[in-house]
């Protein structure tokens, strides 16, 4: 019979179709309606200059499931979308464009290099929007935005301006972490910190009145002894009480210092003793100003030695650190070098060394702002789905630190403070002003700093809402119902947006935080583009579709878990897809009527594998729900993957082709079209969120072929798209739990007859006989389906009875009480008693026992020479020590695997005497 689907599915030839399908029709758009519940979510944004990793393809994926979710469940959804400025990296980005053409960003100057970026973010900026929509999300795009748009520049001012006028924002020359490469402030969680194989460096300090005795100080950086003004030891260190206080000559410079005492001191690090340079070193900063001890800059910005640096001005800091020990070597100063393991601070951004600076910077006092965060998730105004990482963000906001903010780079929100060139008063305003606030002098010169990118998208929630004007939007929509992000950026973004929220809007700016896990390869290591190890998701939309991309991404994903990932595992997904497709195509090609006729359906209509399916969906949409609402994606994925492949493709499908091809009569077969297509209708609903392009293509066929032929499946089939469509929800009138659990005999009885055939080499379309024997505290009648059984298993004769003796020379296979499992919770009990049940195949003139006997012996042999290797080489102590872990694992599960297969060619000669 002629069907309107393709024989093949091929989802180049729908998924752009159905995006501009839901774009043109505004399906994804939303506004204000107070008859409605909202649900909103903010996108985190990506970086301008992004392309979509996979990484982002696991957000976007989640996010999209949540919202099409709660779209269809009534909710009135929003999902905003935007781009982020990302300031270093889109400075990076232009600054490399223009060294191509050998222009170096002075050489534009501030306001022409500006402009550069600005025509880079209009050609380039709008990539990873486009790929997004690749993947089916279904954002809002009418309310897209920018972290340096009009609007968002005003929230940001804004804030700037409240924060600085409550006390919360202040300027001041501290120690910050300093990129010699990007020439700006870094904060705390923009150094990525990794241990180096590093040296000691012992190296003696001379005393002034006696230059034959001397004090050894250990160092790691021994290119910052240039600015050493003390050496400290602890008060407590005997070892050097008599020396206190006594003048030391720095060697090479000449320097003249004193021994100072300090409790910081770590008398068991090194010698005991440190020096103290007070303008490269966080904590000597701090010893520094606790002494009253001036700091001497040794360095340029740009990690260049300085004229305080000597003879060594002018030469790169690790250059100068080359030859500075050399001459030290050469002057005797040096004791002795000892390899030392320690931990370097990087640039998250250019991954170069940062160095512990001086500096004149903004910051955010985060102490006030931290407690209020804390307190939000301490009385739950804020839930972390998995609730482990709580206790992450907890620990951070305990002990942060204040918040740099500034940033010495050109592309970013500027900074609204002005200094007058008269009084050197500062004004911070959110417009320029005409005036000094102090002197009222007219010559102002605005601040040359931009603000730290995590500033802008701290306001996010709310800005993009159109704060700081009260706007519907916000009035509706804020505070958000959730944030689905990343764990690595807990500290970055999630925990600065709480703060934000709760000090600018007096509200936690989400109820609800998932935090996922990381796609690393299929070794466990972490995707880059230096190991070559990374997955194109673009690339695998093309080869195996979005829906298949996203299926398999969604099913691997465990609630916060890290995810092993290789380009085979989505070779999963395409297989549900196809299955799906092929289950349409039957469907369709069956619910088609010469002379249709609508009927209403009676509960007695209903045969036995109806109530069983019905029941099944029921069920399933009930778990598939409360896993959703859970934030359980990959269980809620699998509880319909697994009803609608094995429940219904492989059972329910297979046992209504009778009814389909030889029904019994027009009306019977009127109700089994009608269960098929209620059932896939409900299959189709549970599946968008998941796989929104094949099943809104399956719907609109669906639906067109339900009308046609006049099938009543107490649905409203008016809506004009799946995604706008109704969430299932669980139906009393079809649970029955005695239908579940006697198909799940029926199941085991089937497959038992199956795992014979299997065993014994005999081919699906040999007919057998077949006896089952039922204990006598059996509490089900197997009689009645004696047809459906012969059907599905292939059988000729059986017999079906109370304790029946087995045969000779048949295979037997036994079905207990813990075998019958229908899915649900069965904590109180089951509702019959199976007792047991054994399944007699007579094997006389199916096979023959010797020639099958001597198959499975050599076959046993061979399965045993394997498992002796495998054995032998887990069994070798160099191979458990060399291989690499996922090697060893997986000759662990070989053993597994072959102990497995051996114990069944065991219990398959039993059966053959």
């Given at each position: 019979?002629?069907?309107?689907?393709?024989?093949?599915?091929?989802?180049?030839?729908?998924e752009?179709?159905?995006?501009?399908?839901?774009?043109?029709?505004?399906?994804?758009?939303?506004?204000?309606?107070?008859?409605?519940?909202?649900?909103?979510?903010?996108?985190?944004?990506?970086?301008?200059?992004?392309?979509?990793?996979?990484?982002?393809?696991?957000?976007?994926i989640?996010?999209?499931?949540?919202?099409?979710?709660?779209?269809?469940?009534?909710?009135?959804?929003?999902?905003?979308?935007?781009?982020?400025?990302?300031?270093?990296?889109?400075?990076?980005?232009?600054?490399?464009?223009?060294?191509?053409?050998?222009?170096?960003?002075?050489?534009?100057?501030?306001?022409?290099?500006?402009?550069?970026?600005?025509?880079?973010?209009?050609?380039?900026?709008?990539t990873?929007?486009n790929?997004?929509?690749?993947?089916?999300?279904?954002?809002?795009?009418?309310?897209?935005?920018?972290?340096?748009?009009?609007?968002?520049?005003?929230?940001?001012?804004?804030?700037?301006?409240?924060?600085?006028?409550?006390?919360?924002?202040?300027?001041?020359?501290?120690?910050?972490?300093?990129?010699?490469?990007?020439?700006?402030?870094?904060?705390?969680?923009?150094?990525?910190?990794?241990?180096?194989?590093?040296?000691?460096?012992?190296?003696?300090?001379?005393?002034?009145?006696?230059?034959?005795?001397?004090?050894?100080?250990a160092?790691?950086?021994?290119?910052t002894?240039?600015g050493?003004?003390?050496?400290?030891?602890n008060?407590?260190?005997e070892?050097?009480?008599?020396?206190?206080g006594?003048?030391?000559?720095l060697?090479?410079?000449?320097?003249e210092?004193?021994?100072?005492?300090?409790?910081?001191?770590?008398?068991?690090?090194?010698?005991?003793?440190?020096?103290?340079t007070?303008?490269?070193?966080?904590?000597?900063?701090?010893?520094?100003?606790?002494?009253?001890?001036?700091?001497?800059?040794?360095?340029q910005?740009?990690?260049?030695?300085?004229?305080?640096?000597?003879?060594?001005?002018?030469?790169?800091?690790?250059?100068c650190?080359?030859?500075?020990?050399?001459?030290l070597?050469?002057?005797?100063y040096?004791?002795?070098?000892?390899p030392?393991?320690?931990?370097?601070?990087?640039?998250?951004?250019?991954?170069?060394?940062?160095?512990?600076?001086?500096?004149?910077?903004?910051?955010?006092?985060?102490?006030?702002?931290?407690?209020a965060?804390?307190?939000?998730?301490?009385?739950?105004?804020?839930?972390?789905?998995?609730?482990?990482?709580?206790?992450?963000?907890?620990?951070?906001?305990?002990?942060v630190?204040d918040?740099?903010?500034?940033?010495?780079?050109?592309?970013?929100?500027?900074?609204?403070?002005?200094?007058?060139?008269?009084?050197?008063?500062?004004?911070?305003?959110?417009?320029a002003?005409?005036?000094?606030?102090?002197?009222?002098?007219?010559?102002?010169?605005q601040?040359?700093?931009?603000?730290?990118?995590?500033?802008?998208?701290?306001?996010?929630?709310?800005?993009?809402?159109?704060?700081?004007?009260?706007?519907?939007?916000?009035?509706?929509?804020y505070?958000t119902?959730?944030?689905?992000?990343?764990?690595?950026?807990?500290?970055?973004?999630?925990?600065?947006?709480?703060?934000?929220?709760?000090?600018?809007?007096?509200?936690?700016?989400?109820?609800?935080?998932?935090?996922h896990?990381?796609?690393?390869?299929?070794?466990?290591?972490?995707?880059?583009?230096?190991?070559?190890?990374?997955?194109?998701?673009?690339?695998?939309?093309?080869?195996?579709?979005?829906?298949?991309?996203?299926?398999?991404?969604?099913?691997?994903?465990?609630?916060g878990?890290?995810?092993?990932?290789?380009?085979?595992?989505?070779?999963?997904?395409?297989?549900?897809t196809?299955?799906?497709?092929?289950?349409?195509?039957?469907?369709?090609?069956?619910?088609?009527?010469?002379?249709?006729?609508?009927i209403?359906?009676?509960?007695?209509?209903?045969?036995?594998?109806?109530?069983?399916?019905?029941?099944?969906?029921?069920?399933?949409?009930?778990?598939?729900?409360?896993?959703?609402?859970?934030?359980?994606?990959?269980?809620?994925?699998?509880?319909?993957?697994?009803?609608?492949?094995?429940s219904?493709?492989?059972?329910?499908?297979?046992?209504?082709?009778?009814?389909?091809?030889?029904?019994?009569?027009s009306?019977?077969?009127?109700?089994?079209?009608?269960?098929?297509?209620?059932?896939?209708d409900?299959?189709?609903?549970?599946?968008?969120p998941?796989?929104?392009?094949?099943?809104?293509?399956l719907?609109?066929?669906?639906?067109?072929?339900?009308?046609?032929?006049?099938?009543?499946?107490?649905?409203?089939?008016?809506?004009?798209?799946?995604?706008?469509?109704?969430?299932?929800?669980?139906?009393k009138?079809?649970?029955?739990r005695?239908?579940?659990?006697?198909?799940?005999?029926?199941?085991?009885?089937?497959?038992?007859?199956?795992?014979?055939?299997?065993?014994?080499?005999?081919?699906?379309?040999?007919?057998?006989?077949?006896l089952?024997?039922?204990?006598?505290?059996?509490?089900?009648?197997?009689?009645?389906?004696?047809?459906?059984?012969?059907?599905?298993?292939?059988?000729?004769?059986?017999?079906?009875?109370?304790?029946?003796?087995?045969?000779?020379?048949?295979?037997?296979?036994?079905?207990?009480?813990?075998?019958?499992s229908?899915?649900?919770?069965?904590?109180?009990?089951?509702?019959?008693?199976?007792?047991?049940?054994?399944?007699?195949?007579?094997?006389?003139?199916?096979?023959?026992?010797?020639?099958?006997?001597?198959?499975?012996?050599?076959?046993?042999?061979?399965?045993?020479?394997?498992?002796?290797?495998?054995?032998?080489?887990?069994?070798?102590?160099?191979?458990a020590?060399?291989?690499?872990?996922?090697?060893?694992?997986m000759?662990?599960?070989?053993?597994?695997?072959?102990?497995?297969?051996?114990?069944?060619?065991?219990?398959?000669?039993?059966?053959?005497?």
């Open positions: 019979m002629q069907t309107i689907l393709s024989t093949q599915y091929n989802p180049k030839e729908i752009d179709k159905w995006y501009r399908f839901w774009e043109e029709k505004g399906v994804f758009h939303s506004i204000p309606d107070s008859s409605r519940k909202p649900y909103a979510i903010v996108i985190p944004p990506p970086n301008v200059t992004g392309v979509l990793h996979m990484g982002h393809a696991l957000n976007n989640i996010q999209d499931i949540v919202i099409r979710w709660r779209r269809m469940q009534g909710y009135n959804a929003l999902w905003i979308p935007g781009t982020d400025h990302a300031g270093i990296a889109t400075q990076n980005v232009v600054e490399r464009e223009l060294a191509v053409k050998h222009i170096k960003r002075e050489q534009l100057g501030r306001e022409r290099f500006v402009e550069e970026v600005w025509k880079w973010k209009n050609q380039y900026g709008s990873i929007i790929q997004l929509k690749k993947l089916g999300s279904s954002c809002d795009w009418a309310r897209e935005r920018f972290t340096m748009d009009e609007g968002l520049s005003a929230a940001v001012k804004e804030t700037f301006v409240r924060l600085f006028e409550r006390g919360l924002i202040y300027k001041g020359k501290y120690m910050i972490n300093w990129c010699p490469r990007c020439c700006t402030a870094l904060a705390d969680d923009e150094v990525e910190h990794e241990e180096h194989e590093g040296h000691l460096w012992h190296i003696k300090y001379p005393f002034r009145d006696a230059p034959h005795l001397y004090i050894v100080v160092t790691t950086r021994p290119e002894m240039l050493d003004v003390a050496v400290a030891v008060p407590k260190d070892r050097y009480k008599d020396m206190i006594e003048i030391l000559t060697p090479i410079v000449g320097r210092m004193p021994i100072i005492t300090d409790d910081f001191v770590d008398s068991f690090f090194g010698t005991g003793v440190v020096k103290v007070p303008a490269h070193d966080p904590n000597d900063f701090e010893m520094g100003k606790r002494h009253n001890l001036t700091p001497i800059v040794v360095m910005e740009n990690g260049v030695m300085n004229e305080h640096a000597g003879e060594y001005e002018g030469l790169d800091r690790f250059e650190r080359n030859a500075l020990v050399e001459e070597k050469l002057k005797k040096i004791e002795m070098v000892t030392h393991k320690h931990s370097v601070g990087h640039c998250y951004r250019c991954h170069t060394v940062i160095e512990p600076y001086i500096s004149d910077q903004w910051f955010v006092k985060m102490r006030p702002l931290a407690d965060a804390i307190q939000a998730s301490r009385n739950k105004s804020l839930t972390f789905f998995p609730e482990r990482w709580e206790k992450i963000y907890l620990s951070w906001l305990e002990n630190r918040w740099c903010i500034s940033r010495q780079i050109w592309w970013g929100h500027r900074i609204p403070a002005w200094y007058c060139q008269e009084c050197r008063a500062i004004t911070v305003s959110s417009s002003p005409g005036k000094c606030s102090k002197c009222n002098s007219t010559t102002l010169k601040d040359e700093d931009v603000l730290d990118t995590w500033f802008s998208s701290a306001l996010w929630p709310f800005s993009t809402m159109g704060w700081p004007k009260e706007t519907s939007e916000l009035k509706y929509y505070p119902s959730a944030l689905v992000t990343d764990r690595g950026i807990i500290y970055f973004w999630v925990a600065r947006m709480v703060m934000m929220g709760l000090e600018i809007m007096r509200d936690v700016p989400f109820s609800n935080v998932y935090i896990g990381t796609i690393l390869d299929e070794i466990g290591r972490k995707m880059s583009k230096s190991l070559g190890n990374g997955i194109d998701p673009l690339v695998m939309i093309d080869q195996y579709g979005a829906d298949a991309v996203r299926f398999s991404i969604t099913v691997l994903t465990t609630e878990q890290d995810l092993k990932l290789s380009e085979s595992k989505f070779e999963m997904g395409r297989n549900f196809n299955k799906l497709w092929n289950a349409a195509r039957f469907i369709m090609m069956n619910l088609k009527d010469e002379h249709p006729k609508e209403k359906l009676e509960s007695a209509d209903y045969q036995f594998e109806d109530r069983w399916i019905l029941s099944r969906l029921n069920l399933t949409i009930m778990v598939c729900t409360a896993s959703l609402e859970q934030f359980k994606f990959n269980e809620a994925a699998m509880h319909v993957y697994d009803f609608t492949w094995h219904f493709c492989d059972w329910y499908l297979e046992i209504v082709k009778a009814r389909l091809y030889e029904p019994v009569s009306r019977d077969k009127k109700v089994a079209q009608t269960v098929l297509a209620q059932v896939f409900q299959i189709l609903h549970l599946l968008h998941f796989v929104p392009f094949i099943t809104e293509e719907w609109h066929n669906l639906k067109r072929i339900v009308l046609e032929n006049k099938i009543d499946i107490r649905k409203d089939m008016s809506c004009k798209s799946l995604a706008r469509s109704v969430w299932p929800t669980t139906d009138r079809y649970e029955d005695i239908a579940e659990e006697t198909m799940t005999i029926l199941q085991n009885v089937i497959r038992a007859i199956r795992n014979i055939r299997s065993k014994m080499n005999i081919k699906e379309k040999q007919k057998l006989d077949a089952i024997s039922i204990s006598a505290d059996g509490e089900y009648n197997l009689q009645e389906h004696s047809g459906m059984l012969k059907r599905m298993a292939n059988l000729e004769r059986l017999e079906i009875g109370k304790n029946l003796a087995k045969p000779d020379n048949a295979a037997a296979e036994v079905i207990g009480q813990t075998d019958l229908s899915g649900r919770d069965l904590s109180d009990g089951l509702s019959l008693n199976i007792g047991q049940i054994e399944v007699f195949v007579p094997l006389e003139g199916i096979i023959d026992p010797v020639a099958e006997k001597e198959r499975q012996l050599k076959h046993l042999n061979q399965l045993e020479n394997h498992l002796a290797v495998v054995k032998r080489k887990l069994e070798n102590k160099d191979f020590a060399r291989a690499p872990a996922h090697v060893v694992t000759e662990q599960n070989r053993e597994k695997e072959l102990l497995e297969q051996i114990q069944k060619i065991k219990l398959i000669l039993n059966d053959l005497g």
